[in-house]
């Protein structure tokens, strides 16, 4: 391990920050639509998961705003706002029905979340680098929460495929297979 490695030794905390804020504003805008999702599958099978997922999503955005306040980075509240506005505005979208909801906005949702998740995962996967060089995070609940999303985003796999086997046809069948594993 070099001299550079050891606690606080994070290179630029400015840098870290702004990361930091985009995915917290990130987060927040997941927590917007995940909750519309849930109000749109109330009774169906995916209800329960949404919930849990929507749960976790609370959870790992108070993780991050902890794990800012820990190393002295700031919230930028601006970015916050941005974010939960520009959720809004994503309702907006074309999709093929002007007064109605298209059976797209199902797809689209479950696909925006997937990736979603993807990239929130990139940022525990990043703030569990830097737990290398800082003691002040918790190096093994980042580890928790890289794991907790990979079981999100596999769910939200099978799940995005069977909304695309409703709107479209077709067998949605395991992640696995659909990958050809």
């Not at 998961?49 to 749960?55: A, K, S, T």
């Not at 298209?102 to 569990?128: H, N, Q, W, Y």
Request: net charge negative.
């Amino acid at each position: 391990m070099s001299e550079s490695s050891v606690a606080g030794a994070v290179h630029d905390l400015d840098l870290l920050g702004i990361y930091c804020n985009d995915h917290l504003a990130a987060s927040t805008g997941g927590v917007e639509l995940v909750s519309r999702m849930l109000s749109r599958h109330r009774g169906t099978p995916f209800e329960p998961r949404l919930e849990e997922l929507l749960d976790e999503l609370r959870e790992e955005r108070t993780v991050l705003r902890s794990s800012m306040a820990a190393l002295g980075l700031p919230v930028r509240q601006y970015k916050q706002v941005a974010s939960w506005v520009g959720e809004k505005v994503a309702r907006l979208k074309l999709n093929g029905h002007v007064l109605s909801r298209s059976p797209l906005s199902d797809l689209v949702e479950f696909e925006f979340i997937a990736t979603a998740v993807l990239a929130k995962r990139c940022g525990f996967e990043t703030l569990r680098v830097v737990a290398a060089a800082d003691r002040r995070l918790d190096a093994a609940l980042l580890d928790r929460l890289i794991a907790q999303a990979d079981k999100q985003h596999d769910w939200l796999a099978d799940a995005r495929r069977e909304v695309a086997a409703r709107v479209f046809g077709g067998d949605p069948g395991p992640a696995a297979a659909a990958a050809g594993s």
